[in-house]
């Protein structure tokens, strides 16, 4: 997964040693360009032409596309061709084996050029018919298949923050910080809540192209925020998430934002960013369900280790048992405790049924690998498949341009 800046800085000095740094005064950022000139070029008509966009999750965790031209309006992702790109370019292939194809997997309407364009969520695999490396979501298809019949619905809450060009939350102070955390969770009014505006055209893209969002709102430090993706069902909350983390980007781009999933992206007394992965089975939505929750407590807990080997890049940073978060190294579950690895709702436990909250993940983690691993702990490994190894396979890769700013 991709390792912030601020992240990279942190690990090499403790935040009360980080050096002061400064941009020179003739360093020049790139001008904003003005969307409204890109309408007249958007209204112009396509003569029957189809541009499908097809996206991919690249060796950083972050996302990756490039468009092709269709003669005719595909009815299904099924409809849609085979297709490849230069993997030595984005850390995925070696450059004398570099070809990684792009398989459809799903489809969705495309909110930014609307008409009968497309979006095209990919999965990556190599000549060899193989899996790419960093294609985390076939081992979790695979294991939701085994599984199918445990009906699992899986419901995350995807945290992020928004960054101005120079990597700092937007809205803050250039050279200090805002008020102390209090006022911004579900804020409204100025001074409060920062960038509405992108939230809002990324909530109405999710909905125009049928992804599952069922919320969001203000989270507790300023500049950050939440989004909620699910119920979903298998393989499909992973497609969705991806998708919708592919659209915030996209969204930010035009109003001149950066969007970090860094879990700590400022040191001290501010939040961290979590993906809390909310899971439920035909079980524990049954009556008695409450057994099978427990039950579900005792397997996560015996594979503790293994799920934060996954849950995301720089976990450590964020889980240090304040803001909201449960230790590190440490499982612990209870109801309605926010401070534990895993917590159950306390309607939940009144009804006796009903779903777990694991808190445990990064904001950075990729939700394959989280749905992936927790369908494993609960129900058994697949010949062929293993989460935990195919995920610490790889190294993370740095891919963000570093832009070094002054921070007090």
Partial sequence: MALNNNLLLMRKYPPSRIPPRSVSSDVRF?????????????????????IAEYIWVDASGGV???CKTLK????????????????????????????????????YPDPFRLGDNVLVLAE??????????????????????????????????????????????????????PAPQGPYY?????????????????????????????????????????YQIGPCTGIELGDHMWMSRFMLHRVAEDFGAKVTFAPKPIPGNWNGAGLHSNVSTKETRAEGGMKA????????SKRHKEHMAVYGEGNEARMTGAHETASYDKFTWGIANRGASVRVNRQ??????????????????????????I???????????????????????EQDMPVVVSKP
Wanted: proline residues 6%.
């Fill in 293 to 300: 929750i427990e039950r579900h407590m005792e397997s996560l």
């Fill in 186 to 226: 579900c804020g409204v009014g100025t001074g409060k809540v920062f960038c509405r505006d992108i939230v809002e055209a990324h909530y109405k893209a999710c909905l125009y192209s049928g992804i599952n969002i069922s919320g969001t709102n203000a989270e507790v430090m300023p500049a950050q925020w939440e």
């Fill in 375 to 397: 369908v494993e702990t609960l129900c058994g490994k697949v010949e062929g498949t293993d989460v935990l190894k195919k995920s610490t396979a790889v190294s993370a890769v």
């Fill in 124 to 177: 990556c695999w190599m000549s060899d018919g193989k899996p790419n490396s960093y294609n985390f979501r076939h081992d979790a298809e695979v294991l939701m298949d085994k599984y199918a019949e445990h009906e699992f619905w899986f419901g995350l809450e995807q945290e992020y923050t928004l960054l101005d060009a120079l990597g700092w939350p937007y809205g803050w102070p250039k050279n200090g910080f």
């Fill in 30 to 50: 790139p001008a904003q360009t003005d969307p409204a000139q890109l309408q007249k070029y958007l209204a112009l008509p396509q003569k029957g032409s189809v």
């Fill in 348 to 373: 939940c436990a009144d009804e006796g049924k009903g779903y777990f909250e694991d808190r445990r993940p990064a904001s950075n983690a990729d939700p394959y690998q989280i749905t992936g691993m």
């Fill in 72 to 107: 005719t309006k595909p009815e299904s992702f099924k409809d849609l061709s085979e297709w490849n790109f230069d993997g030595s370019s984005t850390d995925q292939a070696p450059g004398d084996n570099s070809d990684v194809y792009l398989r459809p997997v799903a489809m």
């Fill in 64 to 66: 990756r596309s490039k």
